[in-house]
């Protein structure tokens, strides 16, 4: 490997690692990364959760696909997030962020708790569009 090369990879590692610093810079993307962490989830259900706006909640969900962080997965016509293994294996310190350091956090603990309300309540997006059955 020239020195080009070298100079080239480490760059593109520095550039990735700064974006991704920047998305893990925001209490909302945080929380959203607590959330996708136990749950793949819609737009609508993510805003319903954390009780923000839908646009509110595309841009963080943008800004942490932007990273590489998360990816969506459309279903029928909605889009499911999920975390993304390949980043989280070429960066371990994200992984103690969202499965060690969050739980300790008052807010996340709360949407956790709406989650679980979530989950039991069987809604769906479909529900969700018409109404927020947890306001």
Known sequence: MSITEYSNKKEVFYLGLLTIIKALSHENRLRILNLINQQELCVCEIETIMGVTQSNASRHLNK??????????????????????????????????????????????????????YLESEFTCKDLSSKNPFK
Request: hydrophobic share 35%.
């Open 64 to 117: 942490l696909n932007q990273a590489n962080i998360i990816y969506g997965k459309k279903k029928a016509q909605w889009v499911y997030y999920h975390l993304n293994q390949d980043t989280l294996e070429r960066y371990p310190f994200i992984s103690l962020i969202i499965n060690k350091e969050l739980q300790k956090i008052k807010i996340c603990q709360e949407d956790n708790k709406r989650l679980k309300e």
